[in-house]
């Protein structure tokens, strides 16, 4: 089943109240976490190998992007859903680690700063706004879709078929 990830404008710009922020954090936080879970499943590279580069182009963009947030400097637009970062070679673990490190840079850009983070916000392009807590829970819909990606590439490569 193929996720298309919504506009950053139909999220809302900043949380209803700090327990949705926390939450968002936590969701955000164990991604590494899952990914690896899912990632021992996972037998052949194919599939998997370009969801998690899918990821990884989020990833890397995501860390840039925060900066400009914080910053107030306008960013670049996101990489297309289709769009796969340049593969750095090594195994589909090695990958799962650069998503890993790529998170946590971005995980802190936004924990240790209390709620200054709801503030911060850019433009992408000349036409659309993204907040903080708009491109976090963007990134949170994106692993979703790269871990269902990747969790069918698991049962394509037991002989499962979908269940």
């Not at 404008?9 to 690896?36: C, K, Q």
């Not at 992007?65 to 306008?74: P, V």
């Amino acid at each position: 089943m193929e996720t298309t990830l919504k506009s950053f404008a139909a999220y809302p710009a900043e949380p209803v109240d700090i327990a949705e922020w926390e939450d968002l954090l936590v969701r955000f936080e164990i991604m590494p976490r899952a990914l690896r879970n899912t990632l021992e499943r996972v037998a052949a590279e194919g599939a998997a190998r370009e969801a998690l580069l899918k990821l990884l182009a989020r990833e890397e963009w995501a860390v840039e992007t925060f900066g400009a947030l914080r910053e107030g400097n306008a960013a670049s637009a996101p990489p297309a859903e289709t769009e796969v970062a340049t593969d750095p070679g090594g195994d589909l673990e090695d990958l799962a680690v650069r998503i890993a490190q790529r998170r946590a840079k971005n995980f802190a850009q936004v924990q240790r700063r209390g709620l200054e983070v709801w503030g911060w916000s850019a433009m992408l392009g000349e036409h659309e706004k993204v907040t903080t807590f708009q491109l976090l829970r963007w990134l949170v819909a994106g692993d979703v879709a790269a871990l269902a990606a990747l969790r069918g590439a698991a049962r394509a490569d037991s002989g499962a078929g979908a269940c």
